[in-house]
C-alpha cells in the first residue's frame, strides 16, 4: 500500500530535550516535505527536500533540522524543543510538482 | 512571495445548499491548484486540483473554477452532505516550485 507514515504519532517532552520525528515513504518520490499546522495559521512549510542530499528551508525553519540520506526517509530533529514548538506536524511525499501524500500527522508538546 | 488568502475562514449551510469556498493568490507565474480536505483528527488529502490550461473541472459534486486574469480560484460543493464537514485547504506552488503555499483553511459545517 502507498503511503507515508510518520512516528511517533503524539510525543509529550520537556523543554531542551532533543528529539526526531521520523517520516518515510514508500512511493519512490523525489520531493518531502516538513509542515507545522497551528489553529488559524493552516499549514506552514518548515523544510522540504528535492531529492537525496537536497534539502533547504521553507518558511518557518528556525529551530529545525532535517536530512535526506536516503530517498525514503526525511526525519525531522528538534535539537532544543520550545514551547513554541508544541503543534501538529505533518510530513508529506510526492513527485516534483504534483499531489502531495500526507502523513498521519504527529502531536508535539513541548512542557 | 506567493501569498495565498481563503475565504470564508467559517462558513455553516444546510445539507442539500451548495458551499463555495475562494481563494486569491499573488503569482501570476502559478499553474497548479490543489484543494484539500481535512477532516477531524486526519490528515489533508487532495480532493480535486486544476491546472492552468484549463478554467474548471468537475468531479461528481465538487467542481473547482479557476479565473488567471483575476488570481481567484473556488471550490463548489453542491448537494452538500455531512460527511462534507471538514477544514478545506486551497494551495498553489510558490514561484520557485519547491513548496505548496496553503491558504489558512475554511472550516465547513453541514447540518441535517
Known amino acids: 500500500e502507498a503511503q507515508v507514515t510518520q512516528n511517533p504519532r503524539y510525543l509529550i517532552t520537556v523543554t531542551g530535550k532533543k528529539l526526531t520525528v521520523t517520516c518515510s515513504q514508500n512511493?519512490?518520490?523525489?520531493?518531502m516535505s516538513w509542515y507545522r499546522q497551528d489553529p488559524g495559521l493552516g499549514l506552514r512549510q518548515i523544510y522540504y527536500?528535492?531529492?537525496?542530499?537536497?534539502?533547504d528551508k521553507g518558511d518557518v525553519p528556525e529551530g529545525y533540522k532535517v536530512s535526506r540520506k536516503e530517498k525514503r526517509n526525511f526525519p525531522l530533529i528538534l535539537e532544543s524543543p520550545s514551547p513554541n514548538q508544541t503543534s501538529l506536524y505533518f510530513c508529506?511525499?510526492?513527485?516534483?510538482?504534483?499531489?502531495?501524500?500526507f502523513g498521519p500527522g504527529t502531536r508535539l508538546t513541548v512542557l | 512571495g506567493e501569498n495565498v488568502e481563503q475565504h470564508p475562514s467559517t462558513l455553516s449551510v444546510q445539507e442539500g445548499d451548495s458551499a463555495v469556498i475562494k481563494c486569491t493568490y499573488s503569482d501570476s507565474a502559478s499553474n497548479y491548484f490543489p484543494w484539500y480536505k481535512q477532516e477531524l483528527g486526519k490528515r489533508p488529502q487532495l480532493i480535486i486540483d486544476?491546472?492552468?490550461?484549463?478554467g474548471e473541472k468537475k468531479d461528481q459534486r465538487i467542481a473547482v473554477t479557476l479565473n488567471k486574469t483575476a488570481k481567484h480560484f473556488s471550490l463548489h460543493i453542491t448537494e452538500t452532505q455531512p460527511e462534507d464537514s471538514a477544514v478545506y485547504f486551497c494551495?498553489?506552488?510558490?514561484?520557485?516550485?519547491?513548496?505548496?503555499?496553503f491558504g489558512k483553511g475554511t472550516t465547513l459545517s453541514v447540518s441535517s
Open positions: 512511493m519512490n518520490h523525489e520531493y
Open positions: 508529506a511525499s510526492s513527485w516534483t510538482g504534483g499531489e502531495q501524500f
Open positions: 527536500s528535492m531529492n537525496v542530499e537536497v534539502t
Open positions: 486544476i491546472r492552468s490550461n484549463v
Open positions: 494551495a498553489t506552488f510558490n514561484q520557485a516550485g519547491t513548496a505548496l503555499i
